[in-house]
């Protein structure tokens, strides 16, 4: 029997929040890491990166896998501040799936470019593994069977379903709900996960009105579609900045008064299937 946690470095999204009015739901972009076994996955290279990196012991010579939803600021700057990127020894595996014709060497190449970084990625420590996946096809890792997903999101985004032997969760983020196609092949590949890990920017219809294009969604949408899916707990991340410690614990408050399992997430909590 092999159940999923998954550790929540960073729940923000678009860029770090203002620490002072943060404290409870935490100021780093989107990182989370996924343990089954023996395998630990990676998702996501956003600020919270960093302070993942600092948790791992020095003489830890297991290879990091990291996925990358896509491949905007927020969920990649991380690697600059991962310290395993520059430790000789340690192998690190990239994948992501390049849905704007960019590959994960672009990516590399764009974060560690002298004069805007000091070094090129050749000067790095680390053995890297650059990987493209395709969309809709699963692939494994260990323990894990990963299913991908195209969002709706500029540029392209994707998601997962990541199944162990007796547990599933899903990452939606970041994805705007309202094309019924996207939204229903959201649902499908949702059936009956233990965890949605869900973009929810945005709060009601008026909000996600006034940002329409942005490429996110509201935590009514991710609600709905846990519902239509039949899984059992919403996990609400990529928190707008702007919003304070107050903001989101009273959208979470509404959440719960219609899903009392479900929550917003908070930086450094762990949940278990």
């Excluded at 991380?78 to 994948?95: D, E, H, Q, W």
């Excluded at 989101?248 to 479900?262: F, G, I, N, V």
């Amino acid at each position: 029997m092999t159940g999923i946690s998954i550790r929540f470095w960073g729940v923000g999204g678009s860029m770090p929040a203002r620490a002072s009015r943060r404290r409870m739901f935490g100021v780093q972009t989107c990182c989370f890491e996924i343990r089954a076994g023996h395998q630990r996955l990676i998702i996501d290279a956003g600020t919270g990166i960093a302070d993942l990196g600092h948790s791992l012991a020095d003489d830890d010579a297991a290879a990091l896998d990291i996925l990358l939803t896509h491949c905007h600021w927020d969920h990649i700057f991380g690697l600059t501040g991962f310290s395993p990127m520059f430790a000789s020894g340690r192998k690190i595996n990239l994948r992501f799936a390049a849905l704007s014709g960019e590959s994960p060497a672009d990516v590399l190449d764009a974060l560690f470019k002298p004069p805007y970084f000091p070094l090129a990625p050749g000067d790095l420590r680390s053995t890297i593994s650059l990987q493209t996946i395709a969309p809709a096809i699963p692939f494994t890792l260990d323990a894990l069977t990963v299913r991908p997903i195209a969002l709706n999101h500029p540029n392209g985004a994707s998601g997962f379903r990541i199944d162990s032997s007796d547990a599933a969760i899903a990452i939606i983020t970041d994805h705007e709900h309202g094309v019924g196609a996207i939204d229903d092949e959201i649902v499908k590949l949702c059936a009956n996960v233990d965890l949605l890990i869900y973009d929810a920017m945005w709060d009601g219809d008026v909000d996600y009105q006034a940002h329409r294009g942005w490429g996110h969604s509201t935590w009514q949408a991710g609600l709905d579609i846990l519902r239509r899916a039949g899984g059992k707990r919403l996990v609400c991340v990529h928190h707008d900045p702007r919003l304070s410690d107050e903001d989101l614990s009273a959208r979470e408050r509404r959440l719960q008064s219609e899903h009392p399992d479900s929550l917003f997430a908070r930086e450094g909590m762990t949940l278990r299937t």
